[in-house]
């Protein structure tokens, strides 16, 4: 069976798993308004109030950074944790929405970078969460170090992280399953090597929907990298961006949210549901990325 077969039975699989029957409950903490409440603050460690985004699914991150937090019957999942100095940012917010932290039994992570896991080991150590580390990120976890063969290396050596204690791997296409809530992995190593997707199911009313935490699609590199230079790399930043081009995706969110429009969407500025999302998020990106080869080749005089 071809790989894109593969990944279109596992998708069928993720959209069978059944949603959390929990009932939502309204928390008029939440904020109605997301672009309004960050306008013209968009940094990583800038405050935000929390939101409701579907179902059981709540933004508690930051203005620049995104963190979700997923209520499930058997306790809370939270995705991402932000830089180092947003742990707290992010506990007070679910502390806002009348959610126990301790009530926090595991974190997820896109991918292996500070700004996005550099909180990690502290809301681990206030929560007591078990941390499930994506395909290919437990090795720089557990040491805080970069891959030597992440193109953004040199720079993440500036930003070290606190090592984080993994419970265990997640494999691609299979899920951690939590109060009957399905988080498939997904490996997409398009921006790191560690980088890594999570879908799942939730209901809101008669309404159910797929929310897909797409990973970044960036291809950043410290100077002097050429990716042509990797063509190792470069194959994995394909197929990287093929496995987000086929997620089942009806909610798409990133780990940075300007880059879904997030709060716009949340703010009902533009459709939060989106069935195409995730598909013109990687072309847009695979775009991108053959601009990077095309300059490489042609550097400006």
């Excluded at 419970?167 to 939590?178: D, I, K, M, S």
């Excluded at 500025?269 to 300059?295: H, N, T, W």
Aim: proline share 9%; with cysteine; net charge positive.
């Amino acid at each position: 069976m071809s790989a894109k077969r593969v990944l279109a039975a596992l998708a069928a699989l993720t959209l069978a798993a059944p949603a959390a029957t929990q009932p939502l409950i309204p928390r008029p903490q939440a904020e109605r308004d997301m672009a309004k409440a960050c306008a013209g603050r968009d940094g990583w460690g800038d405050p935000a109030s929390p939101a409701h985004i579907f179902g059981n699914t709540w933004y508690v991150g930051t203005c620049g950074i995104t963190t979700l937090l997923v209520e499930t019957p058997d306790g809370l999942v939270l995705l991402d944790g932000g830089i180092p100095q947003a742990a707290n940012l992010v506990l007070d917010n679910v502390r806002k929405l009348g959610f126990p932290v301790k009530a926090i039994r595991w974190i997820l992570i896109s991918h292996e970078h500070f700004d996005h896991a550099g909180a990690i080991a502290e809301l681990q150590r206030q929560t007591g969460a078990k941390v499930i580390a994506g395909p290919n990120q437990a090795a720089m976890l557990r040491t805080g170090k970069p891959d030597p063969s992440d193109p953004q290396a040199p720079l993440l050596l500036k930003e070290p992280m606190r090592p984080i204690k993994v419970a265990r791997t997640q494999a691609h296409g299979t899920a951690l399953v939590a109060g009957g809530v399905h988080f498939t992995a997904w490996a997409n190593p398009a921006h790191s090597p560690g980088s890594t997707s999570w879908t799942w199911r939730q209901c809101q009313g008669p309404e159910c929907r797929t929310v897909t935490y797409a990973d970044s699609t960036s291809t950043i590199s410290a100077d002097g990298y050429r990716f042509s230079d990797h063509p190792a790399r470069m194959k994995a930043i394909r197929e990287g961006l093929a496995v987000i081009a086929a997620l089942p995706c009806d909610v798409l969110i990133t780990p940075h949210p300007s880059a879904s429009d997030l709060f716009p969407r949340l703010s009902g500025m533009r459709p939060l549901v989106d069935p195409q999302a995730c598909a013109a998020y990687a072309e847009a990106a695979g775009k991108r990325f053959s601009q990077r080869l095309i300059s490489e080749t042609n550097p400006p005089r």
